[in-house]
């Protein structure tokens, strides 16, 4: 198969939409998640996507194929909460290397299934790292500014145990995600970097970050010049933003990264921004017109969808990038 790098010198490659937002279309309930194998759980388990890899795969794999349909090029596997961390709040972190293998597995057959029907247009699967319900440089103790309820290194074996069962179960690129708080990235790109040297491979490695609010900052205050600066010293694939804000309020800061980096860049914005019921109302073809930003002045070479985004949306992107090349890459990923 092609090198994703050679790939995105020529054209705008389209990552998939939000994965939570076609699992709520099944309805699932508590005994869905379960299913055969943890009807006897102590737990409540509703509400662990990551699971249904291992309860409702069939459900996971047609995500995947509806997104791959739509165009999209890479799919991201369903394991966004796919740590020890943030698997505690289940009482399942045994089970965090099946359920990132799992999902990567069923990412990876249904991304060989369209590579096979289309050679010219390969198929790639980003394995999900996304940021833990913890922070590693802020205090969630108002009390307490100098508590700290995770650790670097406590982090750093998390996420090396997480890459580990990615790469083993097929993915093509490790996607470090919603990036709130660098400190925590830098802990996953630090496991990243352990495995790689242990297994002595090469893995496209994607950063994405959360401007949180209108000020421009992440959670943890860095600007979006901070926070590249702040991963530049590892190679990366891409840099980029994901999450948080709509498609056009995103425009500034990737200006940012577009003129301080040569490193490829991706977006997955919202669709739009949530109303007062938590739900996305932005259609298809507002947050294509809003990402038509992106591509005519040449910000980005990889775009899709974070929360509230569909197939219908990724469909419009997928149309849309067509007609535009991507940024130039100077140096490349």
């Known amino acids: 198969m092609r090198n994703i790098r050679e790939i995105l010198e020529e054209r705008i490659l389209?990552?998939?939409?939000?994965?939570?937002?076609?699992?709520?279309r099944y309805k699932f309930q508590e005994e869905d998640f379960r299913g055969d194998l943890f009807k006897d759980w102590e737990h409540p388990l509703q509400g662990n996507n990551d699971l249904l890899s291992l309860t409702q795969p069939e459900a996971i794999a047609e995500v995947h194929r509806k997104y791959f349909a739509a165009g999209a090029d890479i799919v991201e596997t369903n394991t966004f909460s796919g740590t020890t961390i943030a698997m505690a709040d289940y009482h399942m972190q045994d089970l965090v290397y099946d359920l990132n293998y799992e999902s990567a597995k069923i990412a990876k057959k249904v991304a060989e299934e369209f590579t096979a029907k289309e050679p010219h247009k390969p198929r790639f699967v980003a394995g999900s790292m996304g940021p833990t319900n913890k922070t590693a440089s802020m205090s969630p103790d108002v009390n307490d500014p100098g508590f700290r309820a995770i650790s670097f290194d406590e982090l750093r074996i998390a996420y090396k145990q997480q890459a580990e069962a990615l790469l083993d179960g097929g993915t093509d690129i490790l996607l470090v995600e919603t990036i709130f708080d660098t400190l925590n990235a830098k802990a996953a790109l630090f496991a990243i970097e352990e495995v790689k040297e242990e297994r002595n491979i090469d893995v496209p490695i994607m950063v994405s970050g959360t401007i949180t609010d209108a000020s421009g900052r992440t959670l943890s205050g860095q600007t979006a010049e901070a926070f590249l600066i702040s991963i530049s010293h590892i190679p990366l694939l891409t840099v980029g933003f994901n999450c948080a804000l709509g498609a056009s309020q995103l425009v500034p800061h990737l200006e940012v990264l577009a003129s301080r980096t040569d490193h490829a860049i991706s977006a997955?914005?919202?669709?739009?921004l949530p109303n007062a019921f938590g739900e996305y109302d932005e259609?298809?073809?507002?947050?294509?017109?809003?990402?038509?930003?992106?591509?005519?002045?040449?910000?980005?070479?990889?775009?899709?969808?974070?929360?509230?985004?569909t197939p219908e949306h990724i469909s419009a992107i997928a149309e849309l990038v067509k007609q535009y090349d991507p940024r130039s890459l100077f140096v490349g990923g």
């Open 14 to 24: 389209v990552l998939d939409g939000a994965m939570g937002t076609m699992l709520q």
């Open 268 to 272: 997955h914005p919202n669709a739009g």
């Open 283 to 309: 259609s298809p073809e507002q947050m294509a017109t809003q990402i038509k930003e992106y591509v005519e002045k040449r910000l980005v070479n990889i775009v899709g969808g974070c929360c509230g985004t």
